[in-house]
């Protein structure tokens, strides 16, 4: 079965420092990982995703993720935070081209100035 | 460019009285999900459309909650009677699944429904 641990239920950081967000997951076939990013009363965005290919993902800005088998992890970084950063971020796992997305329960990035 | 829309976003109502909720999908996206949030639950798969046909409501209360595609640019999703229990954010989610490919899925704003 398909699960997903997103280790942080808040995460706070000053502007301009990185961001760690980190998701471990836990899949019996070859998983595809998204990250979906959701600011207050929007929906969700997708910010990346990992589909076997590359173990290094970049997404949109300025986020990235590495895939980590060994670790089963998918952590997302992004080297400077930003205000605009400051939202819900969510760890998606499914099993190959499944459409059943598996979420994590979030976690809360607060950006400080 | 291209976004899934939802109507109405905001929807206060009285236990009791039907709810129905709106989405178009992106023209061209064959699959269409529709998603619950709470704080207790987050996000929970209700139902899946492929191609205007339901493969997968197994998420959804049968006895109260329906959903339908009467064509594809408008999936609906009813709830009658509504409780306040169902009080959350429900999201459309609109995607065209390549072959081998990863499952991307396109969210709407959601509509938030209070039931009171």
């Known amino acids: 079965a398909q699960s997903v641990t997103q280790l942080d239920s808040h995460v706070s950081v000053s502007e301009g420092t990185p961001v760690l967000l980190r998701c471990n997951y836990s899949?019996?076939?070859?998983?595809?990982l998204f990250w979906y990013v959701q600011h207050p009363n929007k929906g969700l965005q997708l910010l990346l995703k990992?589909?076997?290919?590359?173990?290094l993902v970049k997404g949109i800005n300025g986020f990235e993720a590495e895939f980590k088998k060994s670790e089963t992890s998918f952590h997302l970084t992004k080297p400077s935070a930003h205000m605009s950063d400051a939202a819900e971020y969510f760890c998606?796992?499914?099993?190959?081209?499944?459409?059943?997305?598996?979420f994590g329960s979030g976690t809360r990035l607060l950006v400080r100035p | 460019d291209a976004r899934v829309t939802q109507t109405p976003r905001h929807k206060v109502t009285e236990m009791g009285q039907e709810v129905t909720m709106r989405c178009q999908p992106i023209?061209?996206?064959?699959?269409v999900f529709w998603y619950r949030q709470t704080m207790m639950q987050g996000l929970e798969l209700l139902a899946y459309?492929?191609?205007?046909?339901?493969?997968?409501d197994s998420g959804m209360p049968k006895d109260r909650f329906s959903a339908e595609m009467p064509d594809a640019t408008l999936a609906t999703l009813k709830i009658q009677p509504s409780e306040p229990r169902d009080s959350a954010v429900y999201f459309c989610?609109?995607?065209?699944?390549?072959?081998?490919?990863?499952?991307?899925?396109?969210f709407g704003p959601g509509t938030r429904l209070t039931v009171t």
């Open positions: 990992y589909t076997s290919a590359a173990t």
């Open positions: 023209l061209g996206h064959n699959t």
């Open positions: 998606v796992v499914s099993e190959g081209s499944s459409y059943k997305l598996i």
């Open positions: 459309f492929r191609n205007r046909a339901p493969l997968d």
């Open positions: 989610a609109s995607g065209l699944p390549g072959q081998g490919e990863s499952y991307e899925q396109y």
């Open positions: 899949s019996s076939y070859s998983p595809s």
